[in-house]
């Protein structure tokens, strides 16, 4: 099956610094990928849609200056959280969508903490 | 706007015995898709099993079936023989009709498969 991949699984930062979370297609091309955030023992909540070679549309109350997405390639979407603080501290699973219409394969998740 | 329940916070199951997780969906699109997804303590998300709007038979796949009942909007998880390896989150999600192809998560339910 289709495998995707999330760089780094887990990521400690401070307060105020910036940090990148890549989430790669191994095996297929991903026009579209999905960022979701999922606090503790919550739901997913879809962050943003990242469509290559075009902008981010964001969900509703998402900061798009906070969370920077960057889709170059087919294969590669990246999430940049600015200027972190701990309330960002969260589980971050990015989504690509292949083939077929319902087809979405999720990544292993990026564990941030922000101290 | 699209909404997913899932009623039951946490469910338990004997091993080798048959488990119903709930869930009910609203949406207003005549075409739509509804999934389920395992998240074992690890993170990631895992596909089970899909259900068209136009499906007219119930899904299947292999341990996994879904009780697709439109007129009550309900898609209910039936896993037959469970085993302890599914003690995990389950989570209903429910697919955007338009080209984005976005997933509304429900809360989700934790099942624990015991001896």
């Known amino acids: 099956g289709a495998v995707v991949s999330q760089h780094p699984s887990r990521v400690i930062c401070k307060s105020g610094t910036s940090v990148k979370i890549e989430c790669r297609s191994l095996?297929?091309?991903?026009?579209?990928m999905f960022w979701y955030r999922q606090f503790p023992k919550q739901s997913l909540m879809l962050m943003a849609t990242?469509?290559?070679?075009?902008?981010?549309?964001?969900e509703q109350g998402v900061e798009k200056d906070k969370f920077l997405i960057n889709h170059a390639s087919l294969t590669l979407s990246t999430l940049t959280v600015t200027s972190a603080h701990p309330e960002d501290s969260s589980f971050y699973i990015c989504?690509?969508?292949?083939?077929?219409?319902?087809?979405?394969?999720f990544g292993p998740g990026t564990r941030l903490t922000v101290t | 706007a699209q909404k997913i329940t899932q009623t039951q916070p946490g469910m338990f199951v004997q091993e080798k015995e048959a488990v119903t997780l709930d869930c009910t969906y609203d949406?207003?699109?005549?075409?739509?898709?509804l999934f389920w997804y395992k998240q074992p303590s690890s993170g990631e998300m895992i596909f089970l099993i899909y259900?068209?709007?136009?499906?007219?038979q119930n899904a299947t796949e292999g341990r996994y079936s879904l009780n697709f009942q439109k007129a009550r909007k309900s898609a209910n998880l039936v896993i037959s023989a469970s085993q302890l390896g599914d003690s995990a989150m389950y989570f209903c999600?429910?697919?955007?009709?338009?080209?984005?192809?976005?997933?509304?998560f429900g809360t989700g339910t934790r099942l624990q498969v015991t001896l």
């Open positions: 259900q068209g709007s136009y499906d007219q």
């Open positions: 095996d297929f091309q991903a026009t579209t």
């Open positions: 990242s469509n290559e070679g075009s902008k981010a549309t964001y």
């Open positions: 989504s690509a969508k292949a083939g077929s219409p319902y087809e979405q394969y």
């Open positions: 999600a429910m697919r955007d009709t338009g080209t984005a192809s976005k997933l509304t």
């Open positions: 949406t207003s699109d005549p075409s739509y898709g």
